[in-house]
């Protein structure tokens, strides 16, 4: 028996090899069926999928064998990867001096007819074979060798698969985990901005207040000045950080619950003395969707219809269909509308349209970004129509299958 040679490249394919995280793991339906194909067209009694490591020939898939692994000294396979772009073809292994006192010749599964298809990899590295097997001599047609090439393009293609969902999981889960991070460095700098903010601004309320009659009136603007500017920044550090949390809401997981129940729980929020109408018609609706996201979503859109809102009587509808596919929603104010010129970015991130709103606080441009983001992530579409000095009605779906 002739020992296999070592391959120059061995240890850049033994690196190739582990990459794919394929060694001693269990069988699997979609290989087992490339070796029941291979087997059956080239009419033999046995079939792998072989991968060839340090010290052994490891088996993917098997058909006829009962062996799991066998010594590389001894594996056909081993000098099938020699030459990666040819085909390894032993018709009767019995007359063949590098074969004939085999252990797998001389024992069982006895081998006599083989032929090795290498698996390479797309750097050009040979990982192993798909090989035919009998214990008879045999020659394979043109069409057959041409079919198991195709085959064995197969078993590299699933070997990919694999590598490149290993690599999507690696990276989601680096994605959390970098998530996590900024979501805690977020809060951390969120109060340790906020700290000094709420500081200078108490500070400017307390000189305003107890020694408004020692001040001119430049001095007295400029403290306010100070507290209104605080205040913006409180607003934006704020909005910020609700923006942020917008993925961590969306895997929050889906439950079944009231609608009406979930609307008044939002306008007791914003209206907790009843001074804004509210119409809505739907009773007793039930919705099966994430109840966290989408409350989050309303809260912003009907905070938007108060506090851009010139009107006396503010008021606000909320309206709900249900389609096939999606749960259909709007939310319509009666307040100062959006211009034509103005619409298409009102749900960019930062994009602020107005000066202050009805209480004489300026926006962050954060809420109708946010409002989009989980919309888009809950398998939605949202848009608007919008009237000056008549109101805008927002539109969004959320889709009843699980999008996440």
Same mark, same amino acid.
């Given at each position: 028996m002739i020992l296999p040679p070592i391959p120059e490249n061995e240890a850049e394919r033994l690196k190739? #090899?582990?990459?794919? !995280?394929?060694?001693?793991?269990?069988?699997?339906?979609?290989?087992?069926?490339? %070796?029941?194909?291979?087997?059956?067209?080239?009419?033999?009694?046995?079939?792998?999928?072989?991968?060839?490591?340090?010290?052994?020939?490891?088996?993917?898939?098997?058909?006829?064998?009962?062996?799991y692994e066998s010594s590389r000294d001894a594996a056909f396979c081993a000098h099938a990867i020699i030459n990666p772009n040819e085909i390894f073809t032993v018709k009767d292994s019995r007359l063949d001096e590098r074969f004939h006192d085999n252990p797998l010749v001389v024992g069982e599964p006895h081998v006599v007819f083989y032929t090795g298809i290498p698996l390479v990899s797309p750097d050009g590295l040979a990982l192993g074979t798909l090989c035919v097997i009998d214990d008879k001599? &045999?020659?394979?047609?043109?069409?057959? #060798?041409?079919?198991? &090439?195709?085959? !064995? *393009?197969?078993?590299?293609?699933?070997? +990919?698969?694999?590598?490149? &969902?290993? #690599?999507?999981?690696?990276?989601? &889960?680096?994605?959390?985990?970098?998530?996590?991070?900024?979501?805690?460095?977020?809060?951390?700098?969120?109060?340790?901005?906020?700290?000094?903010? *709420?500081?200078?601004?108490?500070?400017?309320?307390i000189l305003i207040s107890d020694y408004s009659d020692k001040l001119d009136k430049d001095a007295l603007m400029y403290l306010s000045m100070l507290d209104e500017s605080s205040s913006i920044l409180r607003n934006l550090v704020d909005g910020i950080l609700e923006h942020s949390k917008g993925d961590a809401i969306l895997v929050e997981k889906r439950s079944v619950f009231n609608l009406s129940e979930l609307v008044n729980e939002t306008i007791a929020l914003l209206d907790n003395q009843s001074e804004y109408r509210f119409i809505f018609s739907f009773q007793d609706q039930k919705l099966y969707t994430n109840r966290v996201a989408l409350q989050q979503i309303l809260i912003n859109l009907v905070?938007?219809?108060?506090?851009?809102?010139?009107?006396?009587?503010?008021?606000?509808?909320?309206? =709900?269909?249900?389609?096939?596919?999606?749960?259909?929603?709007?939310?319509?104010?009666?307040?100062?509308?959006?211009?034509?010129?103005?619409?298409?970015?009102? =749900?960019?991130? =930062?994009?602020v349209l107005t000066n202050e709103d009805r209480f004489g606080k300026k926006g962050s441009g954060?809420?109708? !970004?946010?409002?989009?983001? #989980?919309?888009?992530?809950?398998?939605? %579409?949202?848009?608007? +129509? !919008?009237?000056?000095g008549k109101g805008t009605r927002f539109l969004f779906t959320i889709t009843k299958y699980n999008f996440l």
């Open positions: 190739a #090899l582990k990459e794919y !995280s394929i060694l001693d793991t269990l069988p699997e339906e979609e290989y087992d069926d490339i %070796t029941k194909l291979a087997s059956q067209i080239c009419q033999t009694n046995i079939s792998t999928i072989s991968l060839i490591d340090e010290k052994r020939q490891w088996f993917k898939s098997k058909i006829g064998v009962d062996d001599p &045999k020659e394979l047609s043109h069409e057959q #060798l041409k079919a198991l &090439k195709s085959l !064995s *393009n197969q078993v590299v293609s699933l070997f +990919e698969l694999r590598k490149s &969902k290993i #690599l999507l999981e690696k990276y989601a &889960k680096d994605l959390v985990n970098k998530n996590k991070e900024l979501e805690k460095f977020a809060h951390v700098a969120a109060h340790d901005i906020k700290s000094p903010l *709420n500081n200078i601004s108490g500070l400017s309320q905070a938007n219809g108060i506090k851009y809102n010139n009107k006396d009587e503010v008021a606000i509808e909320i309206g =709900f269909d249900e389609a096939d596919e999606f749960y259909e929603f709007f939310v319509k104010d009666n307040g100062n509308g959006i211009k034509a010129e103005d619409q298409r970015r009102v =749900f960019d991130i =930062f994009e954060i809420g109708l !970004s946010t409002v989009r983001k #989980l919309v888009e992530g809950l398998g939605g %579409t949202i848009s608007l +129509e !919008s009237e000056i």
